[in-house]
């Protein structure tokens, strides 16, 4: 018998055959498996970024003077409004004061005691035990990178009647009649000795009302969703501004000025294509949510987007 070296008729049918289904078929094969790779990708992306936003919004709340927090529209910021009267999707700024957590935390003991010795102090005077203006001096000047000090700080009573409107000096509006209210007052360090506080104002603690609690800030922090047109469908960048101090009297030293005029102010990106940016309050708990697409597959199946959402005790 002679060997065969050629395929048969029906052999050559057969891989005709094949390779039509593999052409008709394996370029939608690909292009799939392609578009699941590009889904998937764009999906962790998203999701990472994501949940980094809001957790630096939310590491930033858990610290800060509940009563202070507000809201505004617009870009640049409008009036402040009370966190509990902002609804609707155009309030895109989320403002507030932050305690100095880092000063609490200290090194081996907190710079700042939280404690004011209500026994021991007069209208010039406040007298805070274990507290070193010193050290807190130097950690103001590290975290500002050297543009605010202790000068420059405020602290706020707890357990005193506020007004998130206009106590906190949002609009620049800190007066006399303000700081008496009692719930946040510009201080300062007394020289020689180390846990004591005087006031930084014209004025001194004279018919403030004094409690015996306090917490330290020296900055306030605002949450800014920039270059967003909130009635048409676009997305902003999310920012963080900081090292500002709303509760300086007649410098006009809020969130309004930021953008171009006040000098010491850091501003940091946390994230760009955001499409939503929503905050709500109950009580003191507070609920953020961050909205975030892409537009890489726009032309398959439209944008692509996802939320992420944080419960701020």
Known sequence: MKNRFA???????????????????????????????????VNHTLQSESEIAVETIANRLRYRVKDSVIARKG???????????????DYVVLEW??????????????FWSGIIDLDNCN?????????????????TKVLSQSTTTIQDTAIYFVGSNSDAESDYGWDGNITKINLQHGAIHPIQDVAGNISQFQSSTASNFTGV???????????AYAIV???????????????????YQPWKDSDGDNISDQ????????????MKNVSTFKFMAIGSI???????????????????????EKTVF
């Open 123 to 139: 209208a010039n005077i406040l007298t805070s035990p274990d507290t070193n203006t010193t050290a807190e001096d130097n950690l």
């Open 225 to 243: 969703m920039e270059d967003y047109n909130a009635t048409g469908d676009s997305t902003g960048t999310l920012k963080l501004y900081y090292n």
């Open 97 to 110: 004061i932050g305690i100095d957590s880092d000063g609490f935390r200290g090194l081996n003991k907190p």
């Open 7 to 41: 395929f048969t008729m029906i052999e050559l049918i057969f891989v005709i055959v094949i390779m039509g289904i593999i052409g008709k078929f394996g370029v939608a094969f690909i292009a799939q498996a392609y578009k699941n790779f590009l889904y998937t990708s």
């Open 286 to 308: 507070m609920k953020i949510q961050v909205c975030v697409k892409s537009n890489i597959l726009q032309n398959d199946k439209g944008d692509y987007s996802l939320c992420k």
């Open 209 to 219: 009302d004094l409690y015996e609690y306090y917490q330290l800030s020296w900055t």
């Open 259 to 270: 953008y171009n005029t006040a000098p010491n102010v850091q501003v940091t990106t946390i």
């Open 75 to 89: 870009n640049p910021p409008a009036k402040a409004v009370a966190i509990g009267s902002a609804s609707g999707s």
